[in-house]
């Protein structure tokens, strides 16, 4: 066959999923907690003969809880297969005037992969030298829509509300994707103001703050025009994106808000925790709003052999030969024990 025939892609390369038994994984932002036990107890609800009906075509009933959750009407709400659905969703319903997409020089890398699939021309900004986003960048210059992650990944830094709605603003032509997948750990939501710019996208995941990674549901909301368009290129591929068992034990977690606030404080608490130790170590660590901490080691450790020796001891984090971020790591945030294990094997690097 011809070589033209296919797509030639460099595709998102996630964080490895080893499977060593004493493995610790703090690479890929998942949570160290269970899901709520009403989760396990509506799995264990479940009735696998059900399967052979069809899921709601609009995932109904995680649509409808959501939608009571955050106090909007169900048309303000889109439901995919984990954030990553929703946004490959948004990029081919929302990006088609020919103009540049624009998004931070370091972010979510999965952007510029739907990008180059979907043929949509890319701007990326240079994050400031302390890498944080500078909005300003994002007025007055002419766009085709803007994506910005806040908190931003792999930095973990937050922006300020008021520069997210300036952006929002500065735009009124073009469609402002904001991705929420670490807002639950800090920095503030632009949630509110969607029924404030109709031009606004808001993402959210359960994957992490949810601790559902693996049940992949995410969402967005935004006027129901755009949910609509969005609906509309989601109806043009697959009628039916959730399966059952998820959508229950979506619906299941969105009911139990109680440890969904435990969960987070006991991941805040372990993150600020980390982030004072390291610091004490001599490493650098931005100021963060997410589930994992960015850092640096004290010379002459590099990033790349704290990883590697941390591998050996199957303590795996997130290592990015990216210029600009190579000399750091993106450490999740585990459990106490997690966390201490890791920082002791850290102590014995550098006492040699
Ligand atoms: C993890 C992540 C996502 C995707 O998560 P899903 O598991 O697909 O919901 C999207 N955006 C950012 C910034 C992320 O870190």
Sequence with gaps: MKA?????????VPGIQPAFADMIKLNTNESPYPPSPKVIEASERFNAADLRLYPSVDVGPIRDALAEYHGFDRSCVFVGVGSDDVLATIFQACFNSGRPVMFPE????FYEVWARLYNISVKKIPLRPDFTIN?????????????????????????EKGDIEMIIRSNPENVVVIDEAYIDFGGESVLDCVPKYDNLIVVRTFSKSRSLAGARIGYCVANPELINIIETVRNSINSYTNNRPAIEMGVASV???????????????????????????????????????????????????????????????????IPGIENYLRITVGTDDQVDTMLYEVRQMLKK
């Excluded at 033209?4 to 998102?12: C, H, T, V």
């Excluded at 909005?135 to 922006?159: L, Q, R």
């Excluded at 931005?286 to 590697?308: G, I, M, Q, R």
């Design 255 to 321: 009911k139990d808000e109680e440890y969904f606030r435990a969960m987070l404080a006991k991941v805040i608490a372990t993150r600020e925790r980390l982030a004072g130790e390291l610091r004490a170590l001599g490493f650098s660590v931005l100021p963060s709003s997410a589930n994992f901490v960015f850092a640096t080691p004290p010379a002459p450790l590099t990033a790349a052999e704290v990883y590697d020796r941390l591998a050996e001891k199957h303590i795996f984090v997130r290592h990015f030969k």
């Design 106 to 109: 370091i972010t979510y890398s």
């Design 4 to 12: 033209d025939n296919f797509r030639k892609l460099d595709p998102y």
């Design 135 to 159: 909005a300003d960048d994002y007025c007055g210059v002419e766009n085709g829509g803007v994506v910005i992650a806040n908190p931003n990944a792999p930095t973990s830094i937050a922006m």
